[in-house]
């Protein structure tokens, strides 16, 4: 095992700004070490200077072993820009280490995932679809960036938004913003079909649920979110639930803080129960 001294400034925190630093906290009388020291070690060999690796022997460096507050090894941290941004306890399979690099990795695309959540805190929209579209020319798998895209474009491209999305499933946490995409959309593709299923008599219900497409289809989602809460009010039963799944899905999408959302959000509430 590599003996080495590590200074901390130079070998980590400098040397993170120019490429992620991986931290393997060690020592050689830990059994579990001599299983994932050699891993990462072929890691950082194929990785080709994707990212540096430092191993730190806990029983030659106690006082960094304190600062990153190691209390169990081996220990594995990643430090990128001088801050840790991922970490992990204990020996773990190849491939698990491997994916956990490939996911916390930085990449041109994450950074630039990053910047567009920034440039939508301070409100410009317009830099963040540039930043999303810069991230997925980076990377074209990158479902962080196609999520939070056609978030942005459902209001003026529902189709395309819909389409961006089209290929991701769960586990992925933002998941609940496929679906509410995935659902306007469904109800913007089969409003013609549900027209003329309700062309014949039909009950009041049905034909608030239709006006509330017909809002939604023309962005007017005021009256989207009142007929359909009109329409739950009295049957819950057409297009399986298709209202409240509308009223869900658009509450979502617009967010929590939304006017149109603390509008109508008690009055949804109240419908339901």
Same mark, same amino acid.
């Not at 393997?24 to 994932?36: K, L, N, Q, T, V």
């Not at 280490?97 to 930085?106: F, G, I, M, S, T």
């Given at each position: 095992?590599?003996?080495?001294? %590590?200074?901390?400034?130079? @070998?980590?925190?400098?040397? &993170?700004?120019?490429?992620?630093?991986?931290?393997?906290?060690?020592?050689?009388?830990?059994?579990?070490?001599?299983? &994932?020291?050699?891993?990462? *070690?072929?890691?950082?060999?194929?990785?080709?200077?994707?990212?540096?690796?430092?191993?730190?022997?806990? *029983?030659?460096?106690?006082?960094?072993?304190?600062? #990153?507050?190691?209390?169990?090894?081996?220990? $594995?941290?990643?430090?990128?820009?001088?801050?840790?941004?991922?970490?992990? %306890?204990?020996?773990?399979?190849?491939?698990?280490?491997?994916?956990?690099?490939?996911?916390?990795?930085?990449?041109?695309?994450?950074?630039? $995932?990053?910047?567009?959540?920034?440039?939508?805190?301070?409100?410009?929209?317009?830099?963040?679809?540039?930043?999303?579209? $810069?991230?997925?020319?980076?990377?074209?798998?990158?479902?962080?960036?196609? %999520?939070?895209?056609?978030?942005?474009?459902? @209001?003026?491209?529902?189709?395309?938004?819909?389409?961006?999305? *089209?290929?991701? =499933?769960?586990?992925?946490?933002?998941?609940?913003? $496929?679906?509410?995409?995935?659902?306007?959309?469904?109800?913007? &593709?089969?409003?013609?079909?549900?027209?003329?299923?309700?062309?014949?008599?039909?009950?009041?219900?049905?034909?608030?649920?239709?006006?509330g497409?017909?809002?939604?289809?023309?962005?007017?989602?005021?009256?989207a979110?009142?007929?359909? %809460? *009109?329409?739950?009010?009295?049957?819950?039963?057409?297009d399986?639930?298709?209202?409240?799944?509308?009223c869900?899905?658009? #509450?979502?999408?617009?967010? &929590?803080?939304? =006017?149109?959302?603390?509008?109508?959000?008690r009055?949804?509430?109240?419908?339901?129960?």
């Amino acid at each position: 095992m590599n003996q080495q001294r %590590i200074d901390l400034q130079r @070998d980590v925190i400098d040397a &993170s700004y120019n490429q992620p630093v991986v931290l393997d906290f060690w020592a050689e009388w830990c059994a579990p070490c001599r299983m &994932s020291g050699p891993i990462l *070690e072929n890691l950082a060999q194929a990785a080709r200077g994707r990212w540096k690796l430092v191993k730190i022997n806990t *029983e030659l460096q106690p006082d960094l072993a304190m600062q #990153f507050n190691v209390q169990s090894i081996p220990s $594995v941290k990643m430090v990128s820009d001088g801050a840790i941004i991922a970490e992990f %306890i204990g020996a773990l399979p190849a491939a698990q280490v491997a994916r956990w690099l490939e996911e916390n990795l930085p990449t041109k695309s994450k950074n630039a $995932v990053q910047q567009a959540i920034q440039a939508l805190e301070n409100g410009d929209v317009r830099k963040a679809k540039h930043l999303l579209q $810069v991230a997925l020319d980076e990377d074209p798998k990158n479902n962080d960036a196609r %999520i939070i895209l056609a978030r942005l474009k459902f @209001d003026e491209n529902l189709d395309a938004a819909a389409k961006l999305v *089209e290929a991701i =499933e769960p586990p992925h946490p933002m998941f609940d913003q $496929v679906e509410a995409i995935r659902n306007l959309h469904r109800l913007q &593709s089969t409003y013609p079909q549900l027209k003329k299923a309700a062309a014949a008599p039909n009950s009041e219900a049905s034909r608030l649920y239709l006006t509330g497409i017909e809002a939604f289809m023309r962005r007017d989602y005021d009256a989207a979110l009142n007929s359909w %809460i *009109e329409s739950i009010m009295l049957d819950r039963n057409i297009d399986e639930d298709g209202a409240r799944k509308g009223c869900i899905a658009l #509450f979502l999408l617009l967010g &929590s803080d939304h =006017e149109l959302t603390r509008k109508y959000h008690r009055r949804f509430s109240s419908a339901l129960f």
